[in-house]
């Protein structure tokens, strides 16, 4: 047989179907026409019924449209559109203002939103918001995005950048056409530009390339960003005759409101009546390298739900208020997730940086000298029905010569809150408080003569972690002497740090002091330096009843001429609040005051917890401690503990009464003498014992104690020896060794 390949063609027109080929069946070789094998081969493997329901199945998939004409409301209210069709029914709700349509299936309850759509005249509108902005691409962006837009200076646009007149009209005409038209403008370098009214930019980038639009009127001189990704760049921005503040929106040099991804880059405002550049509702934002210098508010102001954004590099030069301020006002979302980083304020009228009313806040290496109120403020505010602070701080940077303004009584950094609390529109509760702050390693320099301290964390403040703070020069004059902190808030932690030249106390609290306050691991010289009279470093000013612990461990004092006397001040503070050991004065043991663990009707020295400071002073008589007739006294330790402690008592109703024993105890694996419970405890296969030393336990019991008990606790693996008085006792037991 010859190759197929090298037979003769038939061609397609020569075609007819009687042609024959060989097929094979039964084994055999027959003869078929071609029409006769290959028509039948060709039938779908289906039966009838399964392809008519496959069929039935794909009509309804590929239905035109899910929504009968009948069916398709335009602009009115979902609930009218869901009165007219019944149960199970889909419709479109179509809202031509936005250029969207919804379509929904009607429930019994109302209906449920299947998906939305752009609609056909939405996707061939000119609107920059619409159009070619509602077709996205698969990175996020939109066709919009991907347009390169068309570059015009204002030369060419009719402005004339020679003319010493009003511009007003022909920048106005230019913004506009920019605005509708997605074009970016430039002006020519260096020229000044007056305009008689304010001007607005709508998602516009322009580049000023160093220009000056120059206000002739500063009550109407504001330039005003709004829409998506406005961009402004290298302009100078001044107003002429300012003679007083205003609170008018008209008046701030550069407004940014309603806007998403703004970019500021090189500005400078000269001047203004209002703030230099406030953001209003301004989502994601960046800045970078803006100079405000002059004006009669706030230089930088962040309000009503501002958040997202980062600030490089701003300076603030005599501001009329804050030199950066984030506030967010009582009826606004909170202002959130901002950073400033190497912010410089100078000679502020009032604050440098502040958050009024604002959550995950931080000022990263500011620099701020000469402020008349706080270099740093974090608080709720009253008097602007504010919102509280959440979640800010401080990292690195200085702060100098804050709080000039005689009277004012604030820190250079300052944190106060207030009662009560506030609702954001979208249903957010926040209390006005103060709460976690963190001031990482800040530079505090000098002070002016209004400085209450150093740091101040006052009422409605809670959490404050002050890590590596470095405070030198805090001096007002010998009559007035600021601290280094002064405490009256909730759970407080300092640690690490080095404090020089201060002119009154180091720490000074008050009653509202309240949870914990730890410090740890400080170095302070020179502290009372203009106050030596004042003879304590730590001065507890006022009870403080709502304070759990108050715990100074690990700092190094030194007098460097100051007439300290006692470090620690702590006579307001009970035996049960006070944790202060392992301190230094002048590079000796600092003096420790005992300390008492009030549980329940169980005075606790608690070896392992802090409790008790080792040394020759227990719990003295002259401290008042009484333990009545229905309370018990008790020593807890860990086993492997080697102790030897004195019991001292007087019975108040006899002072003839008098038990003076030495105990001892030790861990030993055998069964000691004695009773169990009394003079010794089973610990697994070891047993912790009693043994007196001196004194006469018979004559400890008859005279005042009538048990003496020891425990042993396998949850904490601690050891307690229990003392329970007959009568009240005034007690002191004092801790000889402890190994």
Known sequence: ?????????????????????????????????????????????????????????????????????????????????????????????VLSAAGTAEVRQRTAGGSDLLYSENTAAALRSADPVKGAALIGLPDGSSVQDAIPRKRYTLKQMGVNYASTADQQTALMNALTIASEDMLNLVAEPHAIYKHGDMLALDGVEFDGQGCNFQALDPTRSRIQLTGARPILRNLRKSSLGVTARTSAYDAIGVLARDATDLLLENIIIDSGGNAGILLDNVQRFESRGTLVMD??????????????????????????????????????????????????????????????????????????????????????????????VRNCGVVGGTIKNAVSRAGISQGAIHCNGRAGSLTTPSGEVLTNTVEDIVLMAPKIRGCGAGIRAGVTFDDYAIGLDALNLDMKDLRVS?????????????????????????????????????????????????????????????????????????????????????????????????????????????????????????????????????????????????????????????????????????????????????????????????????????DYVAIGNAYYRLTVVSGALNALNAANVAQQAITYDSDTGKVTITFTPIGALNARIQIVGVG
Request: hydrophobic residues 40%.
């Open 1 to 93: 047989m010859a190759r197929i390949s090298a037979l003769s063609r038939i061609l397609p027109q020569d075609v007819t179907g009687a042609e024959l080929v060989p097929v094979v069946k039964g084994g055999k070789t027959r003869a078929a026409a071609v029409a006769d094998v290959v028509a039948p081969a060709a039938q779908p493997f289906v039966d009838a019924a399964e392809a008519a329901s496959l069929a039935a199945n794909m009509a309804r998939d590929q239905i035109t449209d899910l929504v009968k004409p009948e069916n398709i409301f335009v602009d009115v209210a979902l609930a009218t559109a869901e009165a007219a069709v019944a149960a199970g029914t889909f419709f479109k709700l």
């Open 295 to 388: 004006t009669r508010a706030d230089a930088f102001h962040c309000t009503n739900g501002t958040r997202d954004g980062s600030v490089y590099g701003h300076t603030a030069i005599r501001p009329g208020d804050d030199g950066f301020a984030v506030v967010t006002y009582g009826g606004s979302e909170l202002c959130e997730n901002i950073r400033v980083y190497g912010a410089r304020i100078r000679q502020g009228k009032m604050r440098g940086m502040t958050v009024v009313g604002g959550r995950d806040v931080w000022f990263m290496q500011p620099d701020i000298d000469e402020t008349e109120c706080a270099g740093i403020y974090f608080s709720s505010e009253s008097s602007y029905g504010t919102f509280g």
């Open 478 to 678: 010998s009559s007035y002497h600021p601290r280094a902190f002064a405490l009256g808030g909730k759970n407080i932690q300092i640690r690490g740090g080095r404090f020089a030249n201060i002119g009154g106390q180091f720490m000074t609290t008050v009653g509202s002091l309240a949870g914990y306050l730890r410090v740890r691991d400080l170095t302070i010289e020179g502290v009372c330096a203009d106050a030596p009279e004042a003879k304590n470093v730590f001065l507890f000013n006022d009870a403080a009843p709502n304070l759990d612990i108050a715990e100074v461990e690990g700092v190094h004092m030194w007098k460097r001429g100051a007439a300290i006397t006692a470090p620690f001040n702590y006579t307001k503070l009970t035996a049960a609040q006070r944790r202060i050991r392992g301190n230094l004065l002048d590079g000796a043991k600092a003096a420790e005051p005992p300390t008492l663990v009030l549980s329940g009707k169980t005075y606790q020295i608690d070896l392992e917890g802090g409790a008790y400071a080792e040394g020759p002073v227990g719990v003295s008589a002259s401290e008042s401690t009484v333990i009545a007739a229905d309370e018990t006294l008790a020593i807890i330790f860990k086993p492997s503990r080697v102790i030897r402690c004195t019991w001292m008592a007087t019975r108040q109703s006899d002072y003839s009464k008098r038990a003076d024993i030495t105990l001892s105890g030790d861990l030993t694996y055998s069964v000691p003498t004695g009773t169990a419970g009394i």
